[in-house]
């Protein structure tokens, strides 16, 4: 069984930083991308990074570049998201989702909820201003 579970969400005073992880387990990730999206009250769920298990290669939404950090433990099974010099506006559940790597993480479908095949339940970050 396919399982992503998320945990590190809480509650932060902007400014302030926050891990998320997110463990993989039930099939081999090894050709899969990872991302982190998040989904806001009354918004679409929107890319926020991706990286690949293999070659080091991340990608980022613009709101959050030079802000976040996504990487990952492959003995672990886990990838993480830092979130450094927290916004209010980051206030979201966020969320770890598989993509198969078909259209490999330079494409433009991995910012894409629909290229996803696999997702966790997510974690609540709030950011108090």
């Known amino acids: 069984q396919v399982q992503l579970v998320e945990s590190g969400g809480g509650l932060v005073q902007a400014g302030g930083s926050l891990r998320l992880s997110c463990a993989a387990s039930g099939r081999s990730f090894s050709d899969y991308v990872m991302g982190w999206f998040r989904q806001a009250p009354g918004k679409e769920r929107e890319f926020v990074a991706a990286?690949?298990?293999?070659?080091?290669?991340?990608r980022y939404a613009n709101s959050v570049k030079g802000r976040f950090t996504i990487s990952r433990d492959n003995a672990k099974n886990t990838i993480y998201l830092q979130m450094n010099s927290l916004k209010p506006e980051d206030t979201a559940v966020y969320y770890c989702?598989?993509?198969?790597?078909?259209?490999?993480?330079?494409?433009?479908?991995?910012?894409?909820?629909?290229?996803?095949?696999?997702w966790g339940q997510g974690t609540q970050v709030t950011v108090s201003s």
């Open positions: 989702a598989a993509d198969n790597g078909a259209g490999g993480i330079l494409s433009p479908s991995v910012t894409l909820t629909t290229s996803y095949d696999y």
């Open positions: 990286i690949t298990w293999t070659v080091y290669i991340t």
